[in-house]
T-cell receptor, first 112, second 112 residues
Framework: QQQVKQSPQSLIVQKGGISIINCAYE??????FPWYQQFPGKGPALLIA???DVSEKKEGRFTISFNKSAKQFSLHIMDSQPGDSATYFC???????????WGAGTKLIIKP | DAGVTQSPTHLIKTRGQHVTLRCSPI?????VSWYQQVLGQGPQFIFQ???????GRGNFPDRFSARQFPNYSSELNVNALLLGDSALYLC???????????FGSGTRLTVV
């Protein structure tokens, strides 16, 4: 119940295309869902986050779509650029807890 | 502004040895969390400290211990190292207990 399942494991998108990464969770007690971007040799960096009372959040080219009834959320990267090539992690956390529960990650490659 | 600083950046140890990893949080951040990231996987929660008190502990053996100092910096100690302890160890700091984590670049530990 503590797991967050992330797909796909890897993704190749042409420059200018839309990258879509999906996550699913079981525990309805989760109330904060961040996405992190990690470049090789670096720690994860917070990209965008959402709470379950919101169905969509957009920041620049990055959008989170949230489906509370299906217990799924996804990250959309519009106009994908080679600089977006990185590993992306979804995560979940509860207000009453202190640990981020992470997905397994998606390695995104944007082809020029 | 200085981010989260971790030292050392890389470390090679022999099985059975002890290791101490250090973390300096962002100024003003009172919460420090430690995560272990095995290659190709999402980070796993080890500990969280807030105001020098342990607030959470993940599913790690007692060989792992940590503490937070009055200046909010933190140490992670691992005793009796095993080959399976080889990983990237990430420290994250935040102002609040639950949200807004900023990660350091990590310490790459290799156990041989």
């Amino acid at each position: 119940q503590q797991q967050v399942k992330q797909s796909p494991q890897s993704l190749i998108v042409q420059k200018g295309g839309i990258s879509i990464i999906n996550c699913a969770y079981e525990n309805t007690a989760f109330d904060y869902f961040p996405w992190y971007q990690q470049f090789p040799g670096k720690g994860p960096a917070l990209l965008i986050a959402i709470r379950p009372d919101v169905s969509e959040k957009k920041e620049g080219r990055f959008t989170i779509s949230f489906n509370k009834s299906a217990k799924q959320f996804s990250l959309h990267i519009m106009d994908s650029q080679p600089g977006d090539s990185a590993t992306y992690f979804c995560a979940a956390i509860m207000d009453s807890n202190y640990q981020l529960i992470w997905g397994a990650g998606t390695k995104l490659i944007i082809k020029p | 502004d200085a981010g989260v600083t971790q030292s050392p950046t890389h470390l090679i140890k022999t099985r059975g040895q002890h290791v101490t990893l250090r973390c300096s949080p962002i100024s003003g951040h009172k919460s420090v969390s430690w995560y272990q990231q095995v290659l190709g996987q999402g980070p796993q929660f080890i500990f969280q400290y807030y105001e020098k008190e342990e607030r959470g502990r993940g599913n790690f053996p007692d060989r792992f211990s940590a503490r937070q100092f009055p200046n909010y910096s933190s140490e992670l100690n691992v005793n009796a190292l095993l080959l399976g302890d080889s990983a990237l160890y990430l420290c994250a700091s935040s102002f609040s207990v639950t949200y807004g984590y900023t990660f350091g670049s990590g310490t790459r530990l290799t156990v041989v």
